[in-house]
């Protein structure tokens, strides 16, 4: 039970940064919207989304060194540990390089007639481009230490970090009201410059608060260790190019096709997607941990256990509000944004119906990086996630389907992965997919059938000014019971009984 009020007092503290942040991160996409326009918006997250797919993905990368050191932990083995996190180092340092080196050249060939920006914007695109690179080198020597605080289940100092983060992004955007510089490079310049003040709060806490976070032996990597970490490293990067490729690789290909003003609506959806998926992302942080341990202690049904429950969880923590939203999506909106770019509603929709999707078989990701073994796992999964942009090049190219059948192909890629992670995890880690079936598929289905069909009542009974208000509110209500009674099993409800009543325990003890 120790390890799970761990487990819940990180998840209640991530839940808490989660809805500041969501809440002040969906406002400052409003003001900045409003204050770049359409166009200047599309190509700041054009710019942004290539820097991005580019530098892989900051979140990726630290698996590698979160993996390692979790498994150690699980191990008590502080020696090693110390010796993964210098190594670490060492390596993201030397990637931090290589990668901005890479960016100033792909930049050369960017700007030369293939991304479509009007001529008048290129100037300042260019600009935007340069100072994000730079900070790229940031993003990725804050890995380790991020791996270490996610490791150490460290979620609070996460969390301040985060929330810090959030209010420069808020000051920054109402700052834009009052710049009379070109509001783009302003706006660009500006968000780069977080990444370095969040890489410093980072680093100088893990220094002084844990001993095997040290500059000694830096420079004299351990040959073996390396090698692991690299191999590890690697493929996973690889599996992250993939994502992340994909997902940025379809904004490119919208461009190409219908312009930059497309990529504001692709922006905006990528948004609330990714501001969604807090909620699911929040819980696997807090349970990512303990699945890494248990495999690094040898408790490979622990670990199983664990993954199956995240999977759920991660499943019904993004449904409980995505859900409502999708369906009242064009009043949120227009309530959010006032005016709408072109196609941002269809958008919007079928983004969280494939990060719902992706949240069929969440756990299973987190059970093959805990396995380690993850060379051809990468490469398939990865492929097929990469095999959506030539489906949708081609379906733009060969037919006249709107731009939203992009995304249509989006939500099949997603469910074809799905299947392809299950049957991993049943040659690798002797998953059993009947049991996986009973424990979470059938109980997901049965808790969103019900949730679904009470959205579409409301939506066709009810009519009144901001209705959405009341979905979701509602919603939420009828939603909690739901997935205790049809989504849980016995085993999970007596958990989670347990862990409120310790919970409430501690806090009347308070």
Not at 186 to 192: E, F, N, W
Request: hydrophobic content about 55%; overall charge positive; charged content about 15%.
């Amino acid at each position: 039970m120790q390890a799970s009020s761990r487990v819940a007092l990180n998840t209640f503290i991530l839940y808490g940064r989660m809805i500041l942040t969501m809440g002040i991160s969906l406002y400052s996409t409003r003001i900045v919207l409003k204050a770049l326009g359409d166009l200047d918006y599309g190509i700041f997250n054009l710019i942004a989304g290539t820097i991005v797919m580019l530098s892989f993905l900051n979140a990726a990368m630290s698996t590698a060194s979160q993996r390692y050191l979790s498994f150690h932990q699980g191990k008590k083995d502080y020696n090693k540990q110390k010796q993964v996190f210098t190594n670490s180092l060492f390596l993201h340092i030397l990637l931090g390089i290589l990668i901005v080196i890479l960016l100033e050249i792909a930049g050369l060939f960017l700007f030369d007639g293939f991304l479509n920006i009007p001529e008048s914007r290129v100037h300042s695109a260019k600009i935007i481009y340069h100072y994000m690179a730079v900070t790229v080198f940031f993003t990725v020597i804050a890995v380790p230490f991020t791996g270490l605080l996610i490791a150490h289940e460290n979620i609070w100092w996460v969390a301040i970090v985060n929330i810090v983060e959030t209010f420069l992004k808020l000051a920054i955007a109402v700052s834009l009201f009052y710049i009379e510089f070109d509001k783009l490079i302003t706006y660009g310049v500006l968000s780069a410059s977080i990444t370095i003040i969040t890489f410093f709060l980072y680093a100088v806490f893990s220094f002084k608060r844990y001993s095997e976070c040290t500059f000694e032996n830096l420079f004299k990597p351990e040959k073996n260790s390396i090698r692991e970490l690299t191999s590890f490293a690697g493929w996973n990067l690889i599996g992250a190019l993939c994502g992340m490729g994909r997902n940025q690789g379809l904004a490119l290909i919208l461009n190409l096709f219908f312009g930059a003003v497309i990529n504001a609506a692709y922006g905006i959806a990528s948004q609330v997607g990714a501001q969604l998926l807090f909620f699911s992302r929040t819980m696997l942080s807090a349970l990512n941990p303990q699945i890494m341990k248990s495999e690094g202690s040898g408790d490979r049904e622990r670990m199983l256990r664990l993954s199956m429950m995240a999977s759920k969880f991660g499943l019904f923590l993004l449904a409980i509000f995505a859900i409502p939203i999708i369906f009242e999506m064009p009043s949120i909106l227009r309530f959010w944004l006032n005016d709408i770019p072109d196609h941002t509603i269809i958008f919007c929709r079928l983004v969280l119906i494939g990060s719902l999707t992706n949240q069929l078989t969440i756990g299973i990701q987190s059970a093959m990086q805990a396995y380690g073994d993850i060379k051809y796992y990468q490469i398939i999964v990865g492929g097929m996630l990469l095999f959506n942009l030539p489906l949708a090049y081609a379906i733009l190219k060969f037919s006249d389907f709107p731009p939203y059948s992009v995304l249509v192909s989006y939500v099949f890629i997603e469910f074809c992965a799905c299947v392809l992670r299950l049957i991993f995890a049943k040659y690798k880690l002797k998953l059993s997919i009947k049991k996986y079936f009973e424990n979470v598929i059938f109980k997901e289905i049965i808790a969103l059938g019900i949730i679904i069909l009470f959205n579409i009542l409301v939506v066709e009974c009810i009519e009144m000014p901001y209705r959405f208000g009341f979905t979701l509110i509602v919603s939420f209500l009828i939603s909690l019971p739901t997935i205790y009674v049809f989504g849980l099993n016995s085993a999970e409800r007596l958990m989670l009984n347990g862990i409120i009543n310790k919970l409430r325990l501690k806090i009347f003890k308070s």
